[in-house]
């Protein structure tokens, strides 16, 4: 269904994009399939549109930014989403991430602590017919009283792994993680086997704003 302000051009531009981050070597059809769906300049200030389909980010105030394409992508493509998962995501931001993963057929649970963010993506998302539940919260917490999660996104540089989020992990399940090292993130992805134990790999270096911590 297209969407108001969601014009030829802007579709046009999505197509490319797509074929960028296949090149690129994304190769989950439904994620392609998800970012070609999702209209990425209806989340950034007007001043962005004849940019928005760049893969580059941009700031989106407060402080934070939208991903680049390719880093939500990648992340989306690490899940490995089957449709009726439920995914916690920590730092809604732009809501954009948010709204890839509920195209792929994920139960999208996202928590935000910055309130102008919070209160803008919010209303964002139902205006476009994400049925996206938001939160306003710590991430660091996440949100318990829907856990467990099939799988944990988290969207900012974390300086370690939060022990509270990965309480809320489904056995089996799948958390994918920004971890700092330094000046970049290391990419991770956190399985959690059924003997109690972590499955960790790595998956390349990238760059994320920071996570905020907790301030109790």
Do not use: C, W
């Amino acid at each position: 269904m297209a969407l108001p302000g969601d014009t030829p051009r802007h579709q046009g531009s999505r197509r490319k994009l797509v074929a960028e981050l296949k090149e690129k070597g994304i190769a989950d059809a439904a994620v392609l399939e998800a970012i070609g769906r999702v209209p990425r300049h209806l989340f950034l200030n007007s001043a962005f549109d004849t940019h928005a389909y760049d893969d580059r980010p941009f700031s989106i105030g407060a402080g934070q930014t939208i991903s680049q394409p390719f880093t939500v992508a990648v992340q989306s493509e690490l899940l490995k989403i089957q449709k009726g998962m439920k995914v916690l995501e920590v730092g809604t931001g732009s809501g954009f991430q948010a709204a890839v993963l509920y195209e792929m057929g994920a139960k999208v649970f996202s928590v935000e602590r910055i309130k102008e963010l919070y209160d803008r993506t919010r209303m964002l998302l139902k205006s476009l017919g994400y049925n996206v539940k938001t939160f306003f919260g710590d991430g660091n917490v996440g949100v318990p009283s829907y856990a467990p999660y099939d799988r944990i996104i988290i969207t900012a540089g974390a300086p370690i792994v939060p022990e509270g989020l990965l309480g809320q992990l489904k056995e089996g399940g799948i958390m994918v993680i920004p971890l700092s090292v330094g000046d970049v993130e290391i990419m991770k992805t956190i399985t959690k086997l059924p003997d109690g134990k972590l499955d960790v790999k790595e998956h390349g270096t990238f760059r994320f704003v920071p996570m905020l911590e907790d301030k109790g």
